[in-house]
């Protein structure tokens, strides 16, 4: 049996020339690009009452139904939250330290009482990427749709900054202008020496390159990235999340 997935009208391109099937599920957020190609070539997938096989194309506004394993493999989606350390990568495709998706091992589950989960070998992918020289949250998940709305470049997120010495003076000042005011900012609660800091206009490093022309010397860290937070994850540390 097949369910229907109905198109986006809102996301559906008005030209109706084909593309690729596994490029229309990927663009409603069904499916990234290389899980649609497996399910079909598992003939999980029909496009207006038709089994298709890998390189079909349909028009953009195609009726999509999945078949039940294909829907139960949707259903069963992961979602990891992990504590990088500095100097790994939060992609795989990422150059400057070893990919931090290595950290994912048993030894470093740390949900207290639980069992380490066996985590798929394929399928897990970044959502919202964190440069080699920051650390903090990073959210590897099978969850296409989650993936893309938290890779979204408006994502608003929390950062700690900490200068390990009370902050400059000026810091404040400083870092309002360099994100043009589309930023709050105030001290941290629990650290005297850190600021807390929550924007949706930063891109990968920006925060290391801010500290970096003013020769600040500063631990940097993600705490929250959209609805998901980091919480009590140690170093690098990672464990499930309910999202």
């Known amino acids: 049996m097949f369910r229907t997935r ?19 599920m990927a663009q409603r957020g069904i499916a990234s690009r290389s899980e649609a190609d497996r399910m079909i070539e598992k003939g999980w997938v029909m496009v207006d009452g038709r089994v298709v096989v890998p390189g079909d194309r349909a028009a953009p506004n195609a009726e999509i139904r999945l078949s039940r394993e294909a829907e139960a493999q949707l259903d069963n989606a992961v979602t990891v939250i992990m504590n990088k350390p500095r100097g790994f990568t939060s992609a795989a495709d990422e150059f400057g330290g070893a990919p931090a998706m290595t950290l994912l091992t048993p030894e470093n589950y740390c949900a207290a009482g639980e069992a380490p989960p066996q985590l ?20 590897y998940t099978t969850d296409t749709a989650l993936a893309r709305r938290l890779a979204a470049a408006d994502v608003e997120e929390t950062w700690l900054i900490d200068f390990r010495a009370p902050p400059p ?8 202008q360099a994100l043009q005011g589309a930023v ?34 500063a631990d940097i860290t993600r705490t929250r990235r959209g609805n998901i937070v980091l919480g ?12």
């Open 6 to 24: 109905k198109p986006n009208l809102s996301l559906d391109s008005n030209n109706n020339e084909p593309i690729r099937i596994s490029k229309i």
């Open 184 to 217: 709050t900012i105030a001290p941290d609660e629990r650290n005297a020496n850190a600021l807390r800091l929550t924007t949706a206009t930063l891109g990968k490093g920006i925060l290391s390159s801010i500290c970096d022309g003013q020769e600040w010397r």
């Open 120 to 139: 798929p070998r394929e399928g897990l992918r970044v959502a919202g990427r964190l440069s080699t020289r920051e650390m903090g949250l990073v959210i």
């Open 169 to 176: 003076v000026d810091a404040v000042t400083i870092l309002t």
């Open 232 to 243: 009590d994850v140690p170093v690098r540390g990672w464990k499930l999340c309910a999202e």
